[in-house]
């Protein structure tokens, strides 16, 4: 069975974990759980008829002066990173630490996630800004974290991706 390592990037408090947690045992929880280092998790999931394992590396937030730990990075095949929609900042952050990664990793696939679609009225991230994103190339979906939404499909859209950089 093939296994990929797929990163978890983003600042403090945007639902790393609540994604991974969401995806892995399809819970949520109100309570915040600082990560300290790294949780590791893992979950199969099936890529055009291929079963995957994909393990999760859930890195604790980066903020703006701390350095990504590039020792988590090594060997990653992919990486999700994660904006919080309700804090407008936590995109800048996240497409900086992005670049950082693609620096220490190489053109690995990857998605953009903003997370907290449920709360969408309360966003401060305009939706021209994720347009004019998807214009440069990235790839973006709207999370949930809390009611699901688009969090299997994250983590599959990156599997296949992986998947499909390997066969090529």
Known sequence: MIAHKVCMLGSFAVGKTSLVRRF???????????????????KVVDVHGQPVTLVLWDIQGVEEAEPLRRSYLRGAHGYLVVCDGTRGETLA????????????????????????ADLK????????????????????????????????????????????????
């Open 24 to 42: 892995v045992e399809t819970l949520f929880s109100d309570t915040y759980q600082t990560t300290v280092g790294v949780k590791v998790d893992k």
């Open 93 to 116: 952050q996240c497409l900086e630490i992005a670049d950082k990664a693609k620096v220490s990793i190489g053109d690995v696939p990857s998605l953009l996630l903003v997370n907290k």
């Open 121 to 168: 009225d309360q966003w401060e991230i305009p939706l021209e800004v994720l347009d004019g994103l998807r214009g440069k190339g990235w790839q973006i979906l709207e999370t949930s974290a809390k009611d699901g939404q688009n969090v299997e499909e994250a983590f599959q859209m990156l599997a296949s991706s992986m998947v499909s950089l390997i066969k090529s």
